[in-house]
């Protein structure tokens, strides 16, 4: 069993930044890809970025050149730096992990932008 669990979240003004973390209860090596999603009251799911373990990402178009994943695989860890956070980015933000034949979410962490 995998256990994931984020950090990091909170309130910050527009424009700001914050930092979320996705600890792992297993090695990051078992995992072919690794990502963030979020989820707005009322909205769907959304795929934010990922990245796989040979270290290629892919972000959302929504969120290019503002949000960076990243990986720290001897903490077990991936994080998501977000950069000029603007009011739409409000969500709560979901881990998300890839096996070769199972799938592991975390519970999340709220991020609140006031604009």
């Known amino acids: 069993q995998v256990q994931l669990v984020e950090s990091g979240g909170g309130l910050v003004q527009a424009g700001g930044s914050l930092r979320l973390a996705c600890a792992a209860s297993r090695s990051l090596w078992l995992f072919n890809t690794m990502g963030w999603h979020r989820q707005a009251p009322g909205k769907e799911r959304e795929l934010v970025a990922t990245?796989?373990?040979?270290?290629?990402?892919n972000y959302a178009d929504s969120v290019k050149g503002r949000f960076t994943i990243s990986r720290d695989s001897a903490k077990n860890t991936v994080y998501l730096q977000m950069n000029s956070l603007k009011p739409e980015d409000a969500a709560a933000y979901l881990c998300?992990?890839?096996?070769?034949?199972?799938?592991?979410w975390g519970q999340g962490t709220q991020v609140t932008v006031s604009s």
């Open positions: 998300n992990a890839n096996a070769s034949s199972s799938q592991y």
């Open positions: 990245i796989t373990r040979g270290g290629s990402t």
